[in-house]
């Protein structure tokens, strides 16, 4: 069974702070990565894609580690507009479109 | 671009009801998608298709629920008859494969309410 792992939270992390959370997946053969935004009552967006040798994009950066399984996010220097749910998405094939895995999301709090 | 397009936004029905959900993917996105979030499940896959032709359905729960594609700009998934563990949201997502490390689109989504 496909399993994408999360600490659900939330994370309260003051403004400007930096902050990382995990994501754990379960299938080795998993071949794509993203972390996705989910604001309150809206639909999930695709913040990035992860890279095996890890990628930054302004104040976030992914990391994948496939031999423990896990990917990171961390965002430094926090805005109250990074509060939001990031959900951590796997897909497990090289080609086609098996469909997405999604974890449950890690609610992320910013405090001013 | 428009994005991706889910009517209605809002449905509350009875239990017993037959209900519509509709799904115009981005022009030119090969493959759609319908997901279910439940704050239990979190974003479940139901099916998908790949030039309007169902790939995986076996994301969908039980026979109330079907899913059609016609053509390449309109999907609907039904339920027939709705109960109230159907209450969720349920959203469309289209996704163009050749776009590399593709993600999806989400359109806004439908949320259900079944009394």
């Given at each position: ?112 | ?13 009875e239990m017993g009801q ?63 008859p709705s ?33």
């Amino acid at each position: 069974r496909k399993e994408v792992e999360q600490d659900p939270g939330p994370f309260n992390v003051p403004e400007g702070a930096t902050v990382a959370f995990n994501c754990t997946y379960s299938n080795s053969a998993s071949q794509s990565f993203f972390w996705y935004r989910q604001d309150c009552r809206k639909e999930p967006k695709l913040l990035m894609s992860v890279y095996s040798s890890g990628n930054e994009d302004g104040r976030f950066t992914a990391q994948l580690n496939r031999a423990s399984q896990y990917i990171s996010l961390l965002i430094r220097d926090s805005k109250l507009s990074d509060s939001a749910t990031y959900l951590c998405v796997v897909r497990e094939s090289g080609g086609g479109a098996d469909g997405l895995t999604f974890g449950k999301g890690t609610h992320l709090i910013i405090q001013p | 671009d428009a994005g991706v397009i889910q009517s209605p936004r809002h449905e509350v029905t009875e239990m017993g009801q037959e209900v519509t959900l509709r799904c115009k993917p981005i022009s030119g996105h090969d493959y759609l998608f319908w997901y279910r979030q439940t704050m239990m499940r979190g974003l479940e896959l139901l099916i998908y298709f790949n030039n309007n032709v169902p790939i995986d359905d076996s994301g969908m729960p039980e026979d109330r629920f079907s899913a059609k594609m016609p053509n390449a700009s309109f999907s609907t998934l039904k339920i027939q008859p709705s109960e109230p563990r159907d209450s969720a949201v349920y959203f469309c997502a289209s996704s163009r494969l050749t776009s590399g490390n593709y993600g999806y689109t989400f359109g806004s989504g439908t949320r259900l309410t079944v009394v």
